[in-house]
């Protein structure tokens, strides 16, 4: 499943039929340039659409018998719930379907129970969970744990006893650094669960979930080997054409 938001509000859709994009339908929408998009992790038939007028909208597509979606719903719509475009959104499947929304001036928002028998009779309001001084730029989850990545800072927030923890003791200049947790299953079936951080002088710290700093990856001796200046001869041009 494809789906493409234009500067008009409109989306267009798209599926993979015999490893082929095949252009399905087209679907109209009046509340603003489209900023986000973002399919629940479960399922590709669920998608919620972020705005530049602060709205967001959740859709259900619909399969026909041709193993192929031809038809949608809106589930959810909510307009205006905040100040500024939606430039993040973050499913979670493991409680009640919720979904983390981040705005451009920071806020972080909450939208609990959003499933496909959600109803537009009873949305449910969206929940400010946290307002940070700069914008957000990446953000990842693990059960109760939200990592943020700021321009400023990069941070965990716990999200049921709203407590943050940073990471390390040494603060980051100002940049787009991210953050990802990373699940590990060992051969006794048990699993490790870390956070790599990405730090300024080509370095990624690898930290427990409290933020202390376990091991320090440091890739400046890779980055400055001469890359591979050709990567494609001419005798090569055709290779992506038809």
């Not at 949608?72 to 500024?84: D, E, G, R």
């Not at 430039?87 to 909450?110: H, P, T």
Request: net charge neutral.
């Amino acid at each position: 499943m494809l789906v493409f938001g234009s500067s008009s509000g409109s989306l267009y859709v798209f599926q993979l039929i015999s490893d082929k994009p095949t252009y399905l339908f087209h679907i109209p929408n009046n509340e603003g340039r489209i900023t986000c998009l973002s399919f629940a992790s479960y399922t590709d038939s669920m998608l919620a659409i972020g705005t530049a007028k602060g709205g967001l909208i959740i859709l259900n597509f619909i399969n026909s018998d041709e193993n192929r979606y031809s038809n949608w719903k809106t589930i959810y719509c909510v307009k205006n719930f905040c100040a500024s475009s939606i430039n993040l959104i973050k499913w979670d499947y493991s409680v009640d379907s919720r979904i983390f929304v981040c705005e451009e001036l920071g806020s972080v928002f909450l939208f609990s129970k959003i499933n496909s028998l959600t109803t537009l009779l009873v949305p449910q309001s969206p929940i400010l969970i946290l307002k940070v001084d700069s914008l957000i730029h990446q953000i990842d989850l693990l059960d109760h744990l939200l990592v943020i990545s700021t321009l400023s800072c990069t941070f965990i927030y716990n999200i049921l006893n709203n407590s943050i923890s940073n990471f390390g003791t040494k603060s980051r200049p100002p940049g787009t650094f991210g953050a990802t947790f990373f699940v590990d299953q060992n051969e006794a079936n048990a699993f490790k669960k870390c956070i790599y951080v990405s730090r300024p002088g080509s370095r990624i710290w690898k930290t427990d979930l409290d933020g202390n700093v376990l091991l320090t990856h440091q890739f400046k001796n890779n980055i400055a080997e001469t890359p591979i200046s050709n990567i494609l001869t001419d005798t090569d041009q055709n290779l992506f054409t038809d």
